[in-house]
């Protein structure tokens, strides 16, 4: 039964407040729920009042004070009736048991390491007490928890805490939380348990005082000071950059070492995958240390756009997460460097959500019919979801943006809002039509802009012709046209950027031209030299683009682009074309089989003194395999694509060697370690250098790799080197892997490190050790943060062993996703994502996909996750 869009009915029943008693303990938990309620103006008058529920055992059930009869109401673990309630305000008080220890899908209540916590987004609340669990319900909670005081000294819940004391006569004890801001119960959390904590004072700017706390696992609260650090610096700017201001006495975050998904903004208490907060220079990499700063900023910036203004229905879900996620991203842009961070960006959505856009899970970024909502937690949602705001950004600029935002949040505040109330807003306050560039919502697919420019010598003008496409999508057949911004520059002879005189069409600023239509044509006067066109700078339209560009044209944008992500993007496309063409499966057109160009640009890079050395190590990265295989389109061969790739490397540290052995000394570090943009992009460019030299196999330059690692003080350096020796240095890298497990042992965060990148050695040994690594005792099926560093990292980081061509690489990763899936079908379900372009393979690879997918398919009692993701897959 799939859920559609324009099915949405307002509930016919609201709940006012909800007065929650929780006592928890291992295996018989109860749940008393006391909701105040009563029928909605806007809803059909006379409804029953229905309730959802998921495997929840009644104990027992009064309205109004009186216990219900057997025929007064319908109960199975899945709903509860209430057949014929009194046409006004009610009480409705139920209680329900459940059991935390058992549930290992990590949604609702459950354990982690003995730790109560919740997961309620999306559907996870009707796993506690039976409620209207949908986002457009909202209520002011409060709630009791309690607990064994030995069990669970700490006791944390929504909002501000307002009592605690002992249970008389009893070991246990307990604490009430009351939340004065009406919420959806997706946003409700608990916790219990013993923790080890931070907590830092906060002043607001208008002068609230704020307590944050971070809680841990005992022993490693000295591990979220970073956390913390990047929990300050996100209050402050959202005060800054959106007039945003916390709005209760505590923010609470808690790290938990079991969790579906990276972190959740549940209202003054989130909880967090531990990965994500957990740092310190011997065990996080500079990596881990940008995305816990993210993450953090990412949940916080929900209490505004997620929590304060939520979402309608799940349809809606872009509303808050490509929002929240925009806000992220301009965070880290703010604290780190912005070029280095949109290139990082663009990349992560190349490489995840264009390749969903391709393949038969492609959606739209608003969905209009699911059958399982937490399938749709996905790149598209979010990573596009967050171009699109970025768009209007650049459509509207920096004032008309903020006007727009202004008014959502004094709009919109305490509603459960669509993407319709948020577009309306911009369009209001700037007085534009949004109806065209509402499409980007509505229609999936990557739009493919080629691009084509015409200099006449004779009238000094430049032309640009455009034409965008957008190819079929499952369920969308035929496509409008999309309005977009695209930036440009046209690049005189000396390397500067021409001053443009456009004709029509373009913003106040002249760079950013408005496409809407499936063919245009721009004009530029007074062009008296013919100029190279960077097209697209910034990214500023998330589309494939192809501005037929040959390699000279390339190699001098890669050399001179003022736009930095530009001048990123004309050496990747030198590369790409180059490795399509080595890879033996090149379409007419494009042929590039002399890396020349590419080698000088890079080594042009390499000698600017002036560019941020973050930047360069962007510059010495090659495509992905997998964004290869895109380029390619269809009958992939990811064996070529490898091969290609790793020729294409070994070129490269040959041809660059004198200067990256410079680089690599120039770079050697200079203090104790600090995880600031400075120091890690010195580290990123050092470690690039590093494993291009690597990458010729050359004795010193392995040597060169195990002193890096046998003498490094952080775990940046140490963890890349252990990489570079892994895929470089089979004679050396059991003995790496071994020391770096036996000194780690302990961590599992670092564990899963190694266990991530064994099973990305791509070698035909990886499926056997992989397989081996499933038995090793650092190993659980039960832990999410396990089955993705081994099992994930082995089906979507390791092309070659994956879709290896005898099939087995499918079968293992088709056998993992039915035995998880009787145990956490969230987790299951994602990792059968990983089969997401088993169509655009080679003919023998593809079928032993389509068998896999097909023996997953035909599995009795799968759950809904699954079911969903093999049947878009297979549809
Ligand atoms: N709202 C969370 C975030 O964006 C994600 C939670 C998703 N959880 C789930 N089970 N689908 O940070
Ligand atoms: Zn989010």
New binding site residues.
């Given amino acids: 039964k799939p859920v559609r869009l324009t099915d949405y009915r307002p509930p016919d029943w609201l709940v006012d407040t909800v007065d929650l008693d929780v006592r928890l303990h291992p295996s018989v938990t109860t749940v008393i729920a006391r909701l105040g309620m009563r029928p909605n103006p806007l809803g059909r008058h006379g409804s029953p009042i229905v309730l959802d529920g998921d495997e929840l055992e009644l104990k027992s059930i009064t309205l109004n004070g009186t216990p219900l009869g057997g025929s007064a109401y319908a109960a199975t673990p899945s709903s509860l009736t209430i057949l014929a309630p009194p046409q006004a305000a009610v009480t409705l008080q139920i209680e329900t048991v459940l059991d935390p220890s058992a549930n290992t899908k990590l ?1 609702g209540l459950y354990r982690s390491s003995g730790t109560y916590c919740t ?1 309620c ?2 559907e ?1 609340f009707r796993r506690i007490t039976y409620f209207p669990d949908r986002p457009d319900v909202l209520a002011v909670y409060t709630t009791r928890i309690e607990a064994e005081r030995d069990e669970a000294p700490v006791l944390l819940g929504n909002g501000n805490p307002v009592e605690r004391g002992d249970v008389e006569g009893t070991t246990r004890h307990y604490a009430v939380w009351h939340d004065p801001w009406p919420k959806p119960c997706y946003l409700f959390a608990l916790v219990g348990g013993r923790l080890d904590g931070i907590s830092e004072p906060f002043v607001t700017a208008t002068g609230k005082p704020v307590e944050l706390g971070i809680y841990v696992e005992p022993g490693k609260a000295d591990r979220a000071s970073y956390a913390m650090d990047a929990l300050k610096r996100s209050m402050r700017w959202d005060e800054e950059a959106f007039g945003c201001e916390y709005d209760l006495d505590v923010f609470n975050i808690v790290a938990v070492a079991d969790f ?6 549940n209202k003054g208490l989130n909880v967090f995958n531990d990965k994500y907060v957990l740092a310190s220079p011997e065990t996080a990499t500079d990596t881990d240390y940008a995305n816990i700063e993210a ?1 953090i900023a ?2 916080y910036f ?1 209490n505004w756009t ?1 929590n304060r203004i939520t979402c309608r229905d799940w349809f809606q879900l872009c509303l ?2 490509g929002l ?1 996620v925009f806000r992220d991203q301009e965070f880290s842009s703010d604290q780190r460097s912005r070029p280095v961070k949109r290139i990082g960006d663009v990349r992560l959505l190349k490489s995840h959500q264009f390749a969903e856009d391709a393949g038969p899970l492609a959606h739209p970024v608003r969905p209009s019919t699911y059958r399982e ?2 399938n749709f ?1 996905t790149a598209t949602v ?1 990573e596009k979801g967050a171009e699109v705001v970025r768009m209007l950004k650049t459509l509207l600029g920096e004032e008309g943006f903020r006007s727009g935002m202004d008014l959502y949040f004094d709009r919109h505040d305490g509603q459960a809002a669509t993407v319709e109330d948020f577009l309306t807003c911009f369009s209001e306050t700037n007085s534009v039509d949004l109806s065209q560039f509402a499409l980007w919502y509505a229609q999936s697919g990557t739009p493919q802009v080629e691009v084509s420019g015409h200099w006449d010598a004779d009238a000094r003008s430049y032309r640009l012709d455009i034409r965008q496409t957008l190819p079929p999508t499952p369920g969308q057949p035929d496509k409008h046209a999309m309005l977009f911004p695209l930036a440009l520059g046209l690049v005189g002879p000396d390397g500067k950027d021409m001053p443009l005189n456009p004709d029509d069409g373009t913003n106040t600023a002249g760079t950013v031209l408005l496409v809407s239509k499936p063919e245009q044509s721009f004009l530029f006067r007074d062009v008296p030299e013919r100029p190279v066109p960077s097209i697209n700078r910034g990214f500023s339209a998330p589309v494939k683009l192809n501005a037929n560009l040959g390699t000279e044209d390339l190699t001098f944008l890669a050399r001179h682009d003022s736009d930095p992500f530009n001048r990123f993007e004309a050496g990747q496309t030198l590369a790409l074309h180059h490795l399509v063409s080595a890879s033996g499966q090149s379409r007419e057109g494009i042929r590039i089989d002399d890396p020349t160009a590419l080698v000088e640009a890079m080594d042009a890079s390499l000698n600017d003194a002036s560019l941020d050395p973050a930047f360069v190590a962007q510059v010495l990265s090659v495509p992905s395999e997998g964004e290869v295989g895109r380029e390619i389109g269809t009958d992939v061969d990811p064996d070529a694509i490898h091969a290609a790739r790793r020729t294409l490397r070994h070129t490269l540290g040959e041809a660059l060697r004198p200067t990256l052995e410079r680089v690599y000394v120039q770079h050697a570090p200079t203090g104790t370690y600090s995880p600031d943009a400075i120091s890690a992009g010195r580290r990123s460019l050092r470690n690039a250098s590093l494993d291009l030299l690597a990458c010729t196999g050359g004795e010193a330059d392995i040597a060169r790799a195990l002193t890096h690692f046998e003498t490094a003080d952080n775990m940046t350096d140490r963890f890349f080197a252990l990489s570079v020796l892994a895929h470089n240095a089979p004679d050396v890298r059991e003995a790496a892997l071994t020391a770096f497990h036996e000194r780690f042992k302990d961590d599992p965060l670092v564990v899963d490190k190694w266990l991530a990148l064994q099973a990305q050695i791509a070698e035909p040994g990886a499926l056997d050790r992989v397989r081996e690594l499933t038995r090793h005792p650092a190993f659980s099926m039960g832990n999410p943060n396990r089955v993705r560093a081994l099992i994930g990292n082995f089906a979507t980081a390791n092309q070659t062993q994956f879709h290896r061509l005898d099939g087995a690489g499918h079968t293992f990763v088709a056998d993992a996703v039915l035995e998880l899936d009787s145990r956490n079908p ?1 987790v299951a379900a994602r990792l059968l994502g990983a089969f997401k372009s088993w169509r655009s393979l080679e003919p023998v690879r593809r079928a032993s996909a389509e068998r896999n997918l097909k023996r997953v398919a035909d599995k009795r009692d799968l759950s809904p996750d699954v079911a969903d993701i093999v049947a878009r897959s297979l549809g």
């Fill in positions: 949604m997961q987004e999306a996870g579906n998904m990276g972190a959740m903004e993450i990412h949940e929900h997620g808050k997460e929240t909502i937490n937690y979010y969230q």
